[in-house]
């Protein structure tokens, strides 16, 4: 089975400052990927990055980074200077990509991001 | 571009009630999804179809059914309802190749919102 954790139930961030959200990992899979989501007070699901677990470098989005470290079973989402508009709901996710046809999502239980003017 | 759309977007009922969401998408996608939203909770499954005429269980199922008579159509239904299905409910869908899985994950719907009194 999958999990996800996501520790941080909310934060608060100086605007134009960088923020780490924590995401870590349990898998016994060799072969899976890793996405962040955000979710804006209004409601809707956007994608934001995606790691594969044999990428070796870590993925970038724009102002958005990805921190993979395999061995330590984590995937942090690095925002780099931080805006008004990044505040938000954010979610960790993973999904096994060992067979195909199984391509459910396991979702962590968020983490609250408010950015402060 | 429609991509997932959900109706309705909410819902109020009293215990006991049924109802039917319905999840369309025009992405020619495989795999359906649905999914409840619950604070602190994250996002979790509920079913899922690898395609038409097919669905499949997920983590929480029960008091939940469904239907994907149609490729681009996943209903949820819910027989009788109670009060702790209480929740924002998500559709998305998603696609594979033989030899890729996609790496944007999921596309999602709007949401849901249903409160069972």
């Known amino acids: 089975a999958q999990k996800i954790t996501q520790t941080q139930p909310g934060m608060f961030v100086q605007e134009k400052e960088a923020v780490t959200l924590d995401c870590t990992y349990d898998?016994?899979?060799?072969?899976?990927?890793l996405f962040w989501y955000k979710q804006p007070s209004s409601g809707e699901m956007i994608f934001l990055i995606y790691q594969g677990s044999y990428d070796e470098q870590n993925a970038t989005e724009g102002r958005y980074s990805l921190n993979f470290q395999k061995a330590r079973k984590s995937a942090n989402l690095v925002i780099s200077a931080s805006q008004l508009g990044d505040s938000a709901m954010y979610f960790c996710?993973?999904?096994?990509?060992?067979?195909?046809?199984?391509?459910?999502?396991?979702f962590g239980t968020g983490t609250r991001l408010t950015i402060i003017p | 571009n429609a991509g997932v759309t959900q109706t309705p977007k909410f819902r109020v009922l009293k215990t006991g009630q049924s109802m039917t969401l319905l999840c369309a998408q025009d992405?020619?996608?495989?795999?359906m999804y649905w999914y409840r939203q619950d604070p602190g909770m994250g996002l979790r499954l509920i079913h899922y179809?690898?395609?038409?005429?097919?669905?499949a269980k997920g983590e929480v199922p029960d008091g939940y059914n469904v239907s994907r008579l149609k490729k681009q159509n996943f209903l949820l239904g819910l027989e009788s309802a109670a009060p702790s299905q209480t929740s924002v409910y998500f559709c998305?869908?998603?696609?594979?190749?033989?030899?890729?899985?996609?790496?944007?994950?999921?596309?999602f719907g709007s949401g849901t919102r249903l409160t069972v009194v």
């Open positions: 179809s690898v395609g038409e005429g097919t669905t």
């Open positions: 996710a993973m999904r096994r990509e060992s067979n195909f046809g199984n391509e459910k999502l396991t």
């Open positions: 992405m020619n996608h495989e795999y």
């Open positions: 898998t016994s899979d060799q072969s899976y990927g």
């Open positions: 998305a869908s998603s696609y594979s190749t033989l030899w890729t899985f996609s790496p944007y994950g999921y596309t």
